[in-house]
């Protein structure tokens, strides 16, 4: 147990010190925007990114991976708040974890494996956008002034170029340290945090939400806990395997949703609303050299110090530095390679990818626009694999008896095809049709075979099917070459 | 099959006796002899990029960064590795065996050995290792995970090799020791070496028997033994004992105690450990 102590929290603790208190000077204007992106006080985003930061680092499944509020879950909950309140959130951020939890147990995290690199790049640039899209509000409108702009420019400069000067000091937060010295100083008129809403002034407290517990209230909250359910395990699984590239070791994908259902249950209970793995934070935590779950508790636990202890100073804060903050993590989560290769990759893929963005960008629910990424992936592979069928024909020098060969996959997809290739206008007295290097998907490749036979019957031709068993033997649902290397070489063979 | 004989190479001032160690029970027990070095994860980086900051293309750069930094490290590491491991088989070429088996694997040595379990029937293993190696009285952060989990005889060496002349088994009267009488009286590793057995306990009649038939089972196996029950703290009086008679080899039974008590109390194995000053040959 030692071991695993030393490993798992000791092994790397100036990193992780290091490392979890720059992510926790980033996580306070994200967790302050993505409140006011769900409509919020910035308290409940707060008191959000501590609770589940905490306790993922405890019952989290992949170490260094920071979890906390996010723009993906926030804007899920938008309607949500609008229409009935905060202590409805709450509620359902509890239920969520609960679903959660049960995606953990059932071990639903396999489920990743449909869901294609096209659908992935999709969600991490639409999430991009989107993070971008919500800071428009602040610099457009009445807000489009031209201090907040200078303000917005000063900041964006400082972020982007401060790292050339040093790098021994998170550029994020001397933009905000200096713009707010600058605001105050100069005492400029521009909207501050405080203006947002309530900041915390004290520990987390327990309160159950105070909702009315009937079935009218599960109805309510029922559809905002599924989606987030959703949402906030396939971040949390994507931004997991991120990291295990990055590091070069293995995670426990099905611990890690129990972890994030834990920690979800106990922000709605703390005051805090659901949330979940942070890809552009967590990449942060390991450039920043954290490794192990100390550099997630760290950022927790000093957010909550900062934010309770200086909570005054936070409250002053340029709206304009928090603005240029988020459009840098928005700039970093934006894949823009996939923009590159927009050129290069196939179109299915292409197509996938940018569906994918679009429906989330105009309905601002990840979930749907993965569930289209997923379907049109799937709909994609079909029309491909559909295509690889060849039905050849030979005749005998009797010139009464045809011989087909069927080489292939014969599926939903291309049951049409197949019944295709067989001439039916031909008046035969014998049709001998060779099915042992097809392959039999399901029972609409079957019934089109039988279609064939009856077709072939009604002209009066007599019919030989050979090979059927080899054929039908991918019928059966859990066909697997993985233990029959032999099965290899004829599935392969067309 | 648990056939061979592994013996855990690393850089530690252990390694020679490690090997010679190795060699000597491969001959003794005419097994396969087979040397192992583990490549264990580096520590983490040092990585002093505190800009907070991720740019355009940051993941796919630091994927990069941070291979890349691996990649460079462990080229090293696999060269040393087979450097150590070549020099292991020179050293255990020299006592006249020639079916040697080198391995190098990934991974942690816990895991790996785990993995090799089946294949092997004794491990031959260093108190220390290369980072602990100046840390008198303390030993090695893998030998206690070892002993635990391996379900094979596990020989400590230390520094130096001697054919060993005495051989003590300590003792207690308990399931594991009779087992080790056993085990000791079946296997050719020992034949032909005086065995001395040694009871840390006060002279009662059950002690006495306890002693005398397990003096019997080894006497039927062939071996020259001494018993002697003696009074006092285990540790103390074995230490004591083994000094005395200038015993060579120290052979023991694992945590036959429980977990809670070792854990409360302390193990009087892994005390044996620290303590001997003389290898020690570990049974389960």
């Given at each position: 147990m030692m071991n695993h102590l030393r490993q798992h929290w000791l092994s790397n603790i100036r990193g992780d010190v290091l490392a979890g208190s720059v992510v926790a000077l980033a996580l306070i204007p994200e967790a302050i925007a993505f409140s006011i992106i769900a409509g919020v006080d910035p308290k409940v985003g707060l008191y959000a990114s501590f609770c589940i930061a905490f306790v993922t680092a405890f019952?989290?499944?992949?170490?260094a991976m920071i979890s906390a509020a996010t723009g993906a879950m926030a804007l899920l909950m938008v309607t949500l708040v609008k229409d009935h309140g905060l202590q409805y959130l709450l509620a359902a951020s509890v239920l969520c974890g609960v679903f959660q939890i049960i995606a953990g147990i059932f071990k639903?995290?396999?489920?990743?494996?449909?869901?294609s690199r096209s659908v992935v790049t999709g969600f991490v640039n639409a999430l991009a956008i989107l993070i971008f899209l919500a800071q428009l509000p602040e610099i457009t409108g009445?807000?489009?002034?031209v201090t907040v702009y200078i303000l917005l420019g000063a900041g964006l400069g400082i972020i982007y170029l401060f790292p050339y000067i040093?790098?021994?000091?998170p550029s994020p937060l001397v933009c905000i340290v200096s713009l707010t010295i600058i605001a105050i100083y100069f005492g400029i008129d521009v909207r501050t945090v405080g203006d947002m809403g309530e900041l915390p002034d004290s520990l987390p407290i327990f309160l159950i939400p105070?909702?009315?517990?009937n079935f009218e209230t599960l109805t309510i909250i029922f559809p905002y806990s599924i989606t987030m359910a959703a949402v906030g395990l396939l971040e949390s699984m994507m931004t997991a395997t991120i990291l295990d590239d990055l590091t070069d070791t293995p995670s426990n994908k099905n611990r890690e949703c129990v972890g994030q259902g834990t920690a979800n249950i106990a922000s709605g209970f703390l005051g805090g609303m659901a949330g979940c793995a942070m890809i552009g934070q967590s990449v942060i935590n390991v450039k920043s050299g954290g490794r192990t779950r100390l550099s997630t508790l760290i950022a927790g636990v000093f957010l909550l110090i900062l934010v309770v202890f200086l909570g005054d100073w936070v409250a002053q804060i340029p709206m304009a530095a928090l603005v240029a903050v988020m459009i840098m993590v928005s700039i970093g989560t934006f894949s823009w390679s996939s923009v590159v290769a927009l050129r290069s990759h196939p179109k299915s893929s292409s197509i996938v990818m940018l569906s994918t963005v679009a429906v989330v960008v105009v309905t601002h629910n990840l979930a749907l626009g993965v569930l289209l990424g997923v379907l049109l992936s799937a709909l994609f592979f079909a029309r491909k694999v559909g295509d690889i069928l060849y039905i050849g024909s030979s005749l005998d020098e009797s010139g009464q008896h045809r011989t087909y060969q069927v080489v292939g996959q014969v599926f939903f997809t291309s049951a049409e095809q197949f019944i295709e290739g067989?001439?039916?206008?031909e008046a035969m007295d014998k049709v001998t049709i060779d099915l042992h290097r097809a392959h039999f998907w399901d029972i609409t490749a079957i019934s089109s075979l039988d279609k064939v036979v009856l077709k072939f019957r009604r002209d009066g031709t007599n019919v030989e099917l050979t090979g059927l068993n080899e054929a039908s033997?991918?019928?059966?649902?859990?066909?697997?070459v993985h233990d029959k290397p032999e099965a290899i070489d004829q599935l392969m063979g067309h | 099959m648990r056939t061979k004989v592994i013996a855990c190479i690393d850089d530690s001032q252990y390694a020679q006796a490690i090997c010679d160690y190795a060699a000597w029970c491969a001959k003794q027990m005419h097994a396969p002899l087979s040397l192992l070095h583990v490549l264990g994860k580096v520590a983490h980086p040092s990585n002093?990029?505190?800009?907070g900051t991720i740019g355009l293309g940051s993941q796919e750069a630091l994927l990069e960064e941070l291979a890349g930094l691996d990649e460079r490290r462990n080229k090293i590491a696999l060269q040393q590795g087979k450097a150590m491991l070549q020099a292991a088989r020179e050293r255990v070429n020299?006592?006249?065996?020639?079916e040697i088996e080198s391995r190098q694997r990934h991974g942690g040595l816990l895991d790996t050995l785990k993995d090799l379990e089946?294949?092997?029937r004794m491990l031959v293993v260093g108190k220390r290792g290369a980072d602990t190696a100046?840390?008198?009285?303390h030993i090695g952060s893998h030998l206690e995970g070892i002993i635990r989990t391996m379900n094979c005889p596990v020989l400590i060496a230390q520094q130096s090799f001697t054919i060993p002349s005495q051989v003590m088994l300590a003792f207690d009267g308990s399931a594991t020791a009779f087992k080790c009488v056993d085990m000791i009286a079946t296997?050719?590793?020992?034949?032909g070496i005086p065995c001395h057995l040694v009871m840390a306990g006060n002279d009662t009649p059950d002690n006495q028997a306890a002693l005398a038939k397990a003096q019997a089972t080894l006497k039927a196996a062939g071996f020259n033994t001494h018993a002697a029950l003696v009074a006092g703290d285990a540790e103390k009086t074995l230490a004591d004992y083994q000094q005395q008679q200038s015993i060579d080899l120290l052979i023991m039974g694992a945590y036959g105690h429980s977990r809670i008590r070792h854990f409360i109390v302390g193990s009087t194995t892994t005390a044996m450990i620290r303590r001997t000053r003389v290898s020690l040959l570990v049974l389960r």
């Open positions: 019952t989290g499944g992949r170490p639903l995290g396999g489920l990743m494996r449909f869901v009445a807000n489009a002034t040093t790098r021994a000091v105070d909702i009315p517990l067989f001439n039916f206008k033997a991918t019928l059966v649902d859990r066909f697997a | 002093a990029n505190l800009s020299r006592h006249g065996i020639t089946e294949e092997t100046s840390a008198h009285g296997s050719p590793l020992l034949q």
